[in-house]
């Protein structure tokens, strides 16, 4: 036949003409629709038609070799593609050999690389021998050594560059190009696991700018994104490709692919298919570069760990936050993911759209700048600031004002951020005072300034609430008790002063805070407050009755003057819970072993002792008792009393609190020559805490402390019994005094033998000064009554000092004669031989003739009295006989002996000053008005805080 052209060819195969070669793939769907057509078996008129497409075919087959100038490329692409099949999937049986093929394979890469035409090539051999490149070394260890030492990352390298050259936003992932970037990108993760290998590719900076450029490039090739940013975990192995990777602007570009994941996806449970599912494939991307991302900055442990990157870190806090890129290290990828592309308003994290849009707008920039001008933020990120966050106060990481809105949030190390709070707050505490001193002289507030008292108020606030919701956080403070302490003299600035005593108020309950605190000698700025900012007084006083608890406290409390402020609280409040809670206070100080008795004797200054059992008893009584108006034996307190008092403590309050403000180390110490300021009622006696004309007019008064008045009073008598000339009507009102006392207590008498006091009245009876003996006897006679007193006065010489006292004072012979026959009624043996060696029974018996009864309002009464004597001596069973020899021998005894002399004794000489004891009580009994005062009460001009003019 004569000799086809290829457009006849081309003609019978119904492919247009003129318009160059066609491809052989054309051709041979071409040849195979027409074949199976006009195909005999099927179409018995088709069998020339058959014949003529059969003859074109081949004359097109056998047409294109003869036109191929050399081996055919087809060809050496089916002998690469078979290697790469082999290899794997027989990796294992394969490993152990070393590629032999890599010089040719490493010649064809550079000859394809250095064509000129390779874009433009029918069949480019550049993507298989890529491939195969990548599976050799991904089989074994071997050939990726082998590939490095025959320069093979070298000609690599160039490949890549060439084909990331290309690259634009219409590239499309069939392109040559784009899959020779691929391989190429897998090669490299492979090799970066050797060392040689990694030193090779650090010297070869171009690779990490391509790396970047594909990533670029990304968004219409994410498949080979995927594979340039596993590149990029494998290359985070080296803390030097680490550097260069972010050093090239790597994070702008894996930052911005976390943007474009969804959640939702992820969590509806749909059957995912990669291929088709454009979403599925960012969102895999995505979770590759968070993976990539938490690689170079060294976050991962174990068998992904990397080294640590501190300068990777940072731009990562920077531009992730903090929080977030703490994730990186603890949180699964989806979850890092979730959270990154949410809306989150917590103490930790402010995170929504105008967050997200303003970071993906600055890597964008960043990523322009990078591939336009080759440089970028100086700081890489690191200085990143949203603007949202740049209007709040973030401290230790935390958002503060977020924080304070759920102080019950979980922290996740509450200590941590406690320091980084008291640390905020020192570096404004000076500033805070400077700021308010000049705010005050100039009564203008800056404007730049303005924002900081807020914040400082922000951080307290904070630290109290860290400190009342998380225990143990607390023991942070310690060291820092002079700063918050501090901030109690912020005058002007309430709310400061405020949340600084409340974060004090919550640390006292820590024994180890208290403890700091005394150690700071800081409490003069506390003790201000009582006056300073009268809205804090109970929370200031709960404060102090906590600390109260420690004796070193008490100590340094009382020098800097806490008496001062707190007798002004108790005397000028008008708040009732104060005055009870300064009771209260001044209860456990009295309290302290060591200062309490120098708090007591201080404050015995101002008021009298009852104040300070009260306080300790009842506070509430304690501030009843000092409205009140009380004339009994243990207080007499009017209006005149309280007022001098309470117009003292101000004025001295006052004065102190302005010293310490110029000064809070100023000490107070009352005057030497400081008088009682209540003036201990004038003219009156008082002994024990008791004054003596009232207590002789109310006998029936409870005493509080019986036993300590009895002390006194016998001390104080005694004392007088001993001297010359004592003052005559003292003398008498003290002997009234004790009679009352054993007469309206008779149970007392019982203390008397064991005080030691006994021989001193006995000894009285003696004294020259016939005032003294007459004071003894009454005072024997009041206590002849009591069994144990009785007992004592028999085992001292009593009969002769008392027949003494009777011949010096007529007047008191009737008494005396009750005594006597009181004592002989309790059978004591000794006490009747003490009368015999006194020669008491002739002495009785010129009474009973009435020689000396004649000044005596009752004679009858007194023989009576003797007579009874008398016979009690005679019932003894030792002595009894000698006194009835003597009685015997006498005429008047025989009158008087058988007498009935009941008849005589009257009542009158033991009449009761009581009915009976009844109970302690400030307020019982007496000439007391309790009633409150008709009067309002007094301003409180401290109603209102004070400023700093006080």
Not at 658 to 665: C, L, M, S, T, V
Request: negative net charge.
């Amino acid at each position: 036949s004569p000799m086809m052209s290829i457009d006849d060819a081309y003609e019978v195969l119904n492919l247009p003409i003129g318009q160059g070669l066609h491809d052989e793939s054309k051709i041979r769907k071409a040849y195979f629709r027409l074949a199976q057509k006009y195909h005999p078996d099927k179409n018995p008129e088709g069998r020339d038609m058959f014949e003529k497409v059969n003859k074109a075919y081949e004359f097109l087959c056998t047409k294109s070799t003869k036109i191929v100038d050399g081996p055919d490329p087809e060809n050496i692409i089916l002998i690469l593609k078979t290697q790469s099949i082999l290899f794997n999937r027989h990796k294992e049986e394969l490993q152990p050999y070393k590629y032999a093929g890599y010089p040719m394979l490493i010649r064809t890469i550079t000859m394809e690389t250095s064509d000129d035409l390779l874009f433009s090539k029918e069949s480019p051999l550049l993507p298989a021998a890529a491939e195969l490149a990548f599976h050799t070394v991904n089989c074994s260890a071997l050939n990726a050594e082998e590939l490095r030492r025959e320069n093979g990352l070298e000609v690599l390298q160039e490949a890549f560059s060439r084909c990331v050259a290309v690259l634009n936003r219409s590239s499309k992932p069939s392109d040559m190009s784009v899959q020779v970037c691929g391989h190429i990108s897998r090669c490299y993760s492979v090799a970066a696991q050797f060392e040689e290998c990694r030193e090779k590719i650090t010297e070869m900076p171009g690779i990490i700018k391509d790396l970047c450029r594909v990533l670029y490039f990304g968004k219409c090739i994410p498949r080979v994104a995927a594979l340039a940013v596993e590149c990029v975990s494998s290359f985070a192995v080296d803390f030097w490709l680490q550097t260069h990777l972010f050093q090239a602007g790597i994070l702008w570009y894996l930052l911005v692919y976390l943007f474009n994941y969804d959640y939702t996806l992820e969590e509806s449970g749909i059957q995912k298919n990669e291929e088709t599912n454009q979403q599925e494939v960012a969102n895999s991307l995505a979770k590759l570069s968070v993976h990539a991302l938490s690689r170079l900055g060294g976050y991962l442990s174990e068998d992904q760990a990397t080294p640590e990157n501190p300068t990777v870190r940072k731009s990562l806090a920077g531009m992730l936050t903090p929080y977030i890129a703490r994730k990186l290290a603890v949180a699964s990828a989806t979850e890092t993911l979730k959270m990154l592309n949410s809306n989150t308003e917590s103490p930790y994290l402010m995170w929504n759209n105008s967050t997200r849009a303003e970071l993906l707008e600055f890597l964008e920039s960043q990523q322009e700048n990078m591939i336009k001008k080759g440089d970028c933020d100086k700081t890489y990120g690191a200085e990143f600031v949203y603007s949202e966050h740049a209007k709040e106060l973030i401290v230790g990481e935390i958002f503060v004002r977020v924080y304070n809105e759920v102080p019950t949030f979980q922290l996740e190390v509450p200590k941590e951020f406690a320091a980084s709070l008291l640390d905020y707050i020192g570096s404004q505490a000076q500033y805070l005072h400077t700021f308010m001193a000049i705010t005050h002289a100039a009564k203008v507030e800056s404007e730049q300034h303005g924002d900081r008292l807020p914040r400082v108020e922000m951080a307290l606030e904070a630290l109290r609430n860290v400190i009342k919701y998380n225990p143990g956080s607390e023991s942070e403070c310690i060291g820092h008790f002079k700063l918050i302490f501090s901030l109690l003299r912020v005058h002007g600035a309430g709310q400061v002063q405020q949340l600084a005593l409340e974060v004090v108020n919550i640390v006292t309950s820590n024994q180890d805070c208290v403890n700091n605190i005394a150690e700071s000698m800081v409490l003069s700025n506390l003790l201000a407050l009582l006056h300073s900012l009268p809205s804090s007084r109970q929370l200031v006083l709960e404060t102090l009755y906590a600390l109260a608890s420690n004796t070193k406290i008490i100590k340094e409390a009382m020098a800097k003057g806490a008496l001062i402020y707190l007798l002004d609280m108790f005397c000028n409040s008008t708040h009732p819970q104060v005055r009870s809670q300064t009771a209260e206070l001044f209860a456990k100080m009295t309290a302290d072993k060591l200062i309490g008795p120098k708090v007591r004797i201080t404050l015995m200054k101002f008021l009298p002792s009852v104040f300070m059992d009260a306080m300790r008893d009842n506070p509430e009584a304690a501030v009843h008792i000092f409205e009140g108006t009380h004339e009994n034996p243990e207080l007499i307190w009017n209006d005149s009393s309280r007022d001098k008092v309470s117009t003292t403590v101000r004025e001295m309050m006052l004065e102190h609190f302005k010293n310490q403000r110029d000064n809070p180390d100023v000490n107070w110490k009352l005057p030497e020559d400081f008088a009682v300021v209540f003036g201990e009622a004038e003219g009156e006696l008082a002994v024990g805490g008791v004054f003596l004309r009232i207590f002789i007019a109310q006998p029936a008064w409870v005493l509080r402390k019986p036993r300590e008045f009895l002390i006194a009073l016998l001390e104080k008598l005694t004392e007088l019994l001993e001297k010359n000339n004592p003052h005559g009507e003292t003398l008498e009102t003290l002997t009234m005094a004790t009679v009352c006392l054993f007469s309206a207590q008779p149970q007392l008498a019982d203390q008397v033998p064991p005080l030691g006091h006994l021989p001193k009245v006995i000894q009285a009876m003696n004294h020259r000064n016939n005032a003294i003996p007459k004071s003894a006897i009454r005072v024997i006679h009041v206590l002849s009554d009591n069994e144990l007193c009785v007992r004592a006065m028999a085992s001292l010489e009593t009969i002769g000092p008392l027949m003494n006292g009777m011949r010096k004072r007529a007047d008191t012979v009737g008494l005396a004669c009750e005594a006597i026959n009181r004592m002989f009624q309790k059978e004591q043996s000794e006490l009747v031989a003490q009368a015999l060696k006194a020669e008491l029974v002739p002495y009785l018996l010129k009474l009973l003739e009435g020689v000396g009864l004649e000044n005596l309002d009752s004679p009858a009464a007194t023989k009576a009295q003797i007579v009874k004597a008398l016979k009690a001596m005679t019932r003894s069973l030792q002595y009894g006989e000698q006194v009835s020899e003597i009685l015997s021998r006498s005429s008047v005894w025989s009158a008087f002996k058988d007498q009935k002399h009941d008849l005589f004794i009257s009542d009158s000489q033991t009449a009761g000053y009581l009915t009976g004891p009844g109970v302690a009580g400030y307020l019982t009994a007496g000439t007391s008005s309790s009633a409150m005062s008709n009067l309002p009460p007094p301003v409180d001009h401290e109603a209102g805080d004070l400023g700093y003019q006080t």
